[in-house]
């Protein structure tokens, strides 16, 4: 099995590199032209995209490239348009004509993020904020393509690589006396090595499925973590299991505000909970308690 990786030094597709590795062939490559094989992963660049497809002939992409930063989106909205819808359709044609499976990363931002049931993946999508759009415009490229696509919708996520709001409390925790933090927004944390733990399961499930019944694992599938909490919650989490590891904190007062107190270019969803029952039943798999993960990577910090 030959497999593709787009994207190889974000927080997830930098897990991918290690999680996809037992399972098949791996190029793993970004948006800069890979020295060992001559080849670029930039999605924006067509003719890049249509040269490593037609050359390595993949049997699974997975694109872990996208435009992320939220609340620049709202002034930035052609790149990200670009970058989340345009490229993941030239993407999708591209995989089309190999008949590759396409693989593909999306967030809880296509919904109104109102309510507080979890979402599912047939609930009505209805976007609040540019990058929420451009990600759903890349959502509907998929299925208007008829490429072979699985589209894992997630939220909150973090990894030991990158900047992060673990990484961002520990620090701020370590220099000043008091921290507000938003409580109404809920979520679950769900770590980058957990998204590409999953998708290895995925890819294998897949592989070893006969042609009819790949048919009906392709669609929208929701990863997140089990459990929830508020960002308020989730940053005391983080500094009860820093001190309990031996970690000195100045930090003395945690206030929870709501997010009307702390306005942003973007609109920001307060129901980030996603119903994740449909990808652990379609493949067999468990996922775990947010906290786990989280307690992990802090342990991997300190």
């Not at 037992?22 to 094989?37: C, N, Q, S, W």
């Not at 070893?208 to 019944?213: D, S």
């Not at 009906?216 to 997140?224: R, S």
Request: proline share 3%; glycine share 6%; net charge negative.
């Amino acid at each position: 099995m030959k497999i593709l990786i787009l994207g190889k030094n974000g927080q997830v597709g930098w897990e991918l590199q290690r999680s996809l590795q037992p399972l098949g062939e791996v190029i793993a490559l970004d948006r800069y032209e890979d020295v060992e094989h001559g080849f670029s992963g930039d999605i924006t660049n067509f003719e890049a995209i249509e040269k490593v497809i037609q050359t390595f002939q993949p049997d699974i992409v997975l694109n872990a490239t996208a435009y992320t930063a939220v609340d620049k989106a709202e002034s930035e909205v052609e790149q990200a348009d670009l970058v989340n819808h345009i490229a993941v359709k030239h993407l999708a044609e591209q995989c089309k004509a190999i008949d590759a499976l396409l693989i593909h990363y999306s967030t809880d931002y296509v919904f109104n993020g109102q309510g507080t049931a979890a979402w599912q993946e047939d609930d009505t999508t209805e976007p609040q904020n540019a990058y929420g759009k451009t990600k759903r415009n890349g959502e509907i490229a998929l299925e208007q393509s008829q490429v072979k696509f699985i589209n894992l919708r997630t939220s909150w996520v973090y990894a030991s690589r990158g900047h992060n709001f673990i990484k961002t409390m520990l620090k701020l925790a370590q220099s000043k006396d008091e921290l507000s933090i938003i409580d109404d927004q809920i979520g679950a944390p769900t770590g980058a090595a957990l998204i590409a733990d999953v998708t290895a399961q995925i890819v294998r499930y897949y592989a070893l499925q006969p042609q009819l019944q790949q048919k009906h694992l392709l669609g929208h599938y929701h990863l997140a973590a089990q459990g929830e909490t508020s960002w308020y919650a989730y940053a005391n989490y983080i500094f009860d299991v820093a001190k309990a590891h031996g970690l000195a904190l100045q930090l003395k007062t945690v206030k929870p505000i709501s997010t009307v107190d702390y306005p942003t270019p973007a609109v920001r969803p307060l129901n980030s909970r996603l119903n994740t029952q449909k990808l652990q039943q379609m493949f067999a798999l468990h996922l775990p308690q947010w906290q786990q993960g989280v307690e992990h990577m802090i342990k991997e910090t300190l």
